[in-house]
């Protein structure tokens, strides 16, 4: 579950509106450890640089 969005009012507003608004559900798809993650948000799928990704704070919460 996103628990808080870090950033700039650009950013934060570039992925409020991709669905990455906090209390959404998140489901990590891939993450290679380089490169960009791949994460499940609100039935859609998003690719995040890693430069994005560090600015989406989150907590794990039973599936």
């Known amino acids: 579950m996103?628990?808080?969005l870090h950033g700039?009012?650009?950013l934060v507003h570039r992925l409020?509106?991709?669905g990455l608004t906090v209390g959404a559900r998140l489901v990590v798809l891939q993450n290679t450890g380089h490169g960009p993650m791949l994460v499940?948000?609100?039935d859609t799928?998003?690719?995040l640089g890693r430069g994005e990704a560090i600015k989406v704070l989150v907590e794990k919460?039973?599936?």
Request: hydrophobic residues 45%; positive net charge; without cysteine.
């Open 45 to 47: 799928r998003i690719a």
């Open 8 to 10: 700039g009012g650009e």
């Open 61 to 63: 919460t039973p599936a």
């Open 40 to 42: 499940s948000v609100r």
């Open 2 to 4: 996103v628990r808080q």
């Open 16 to 18: 409020a509106a991709m």
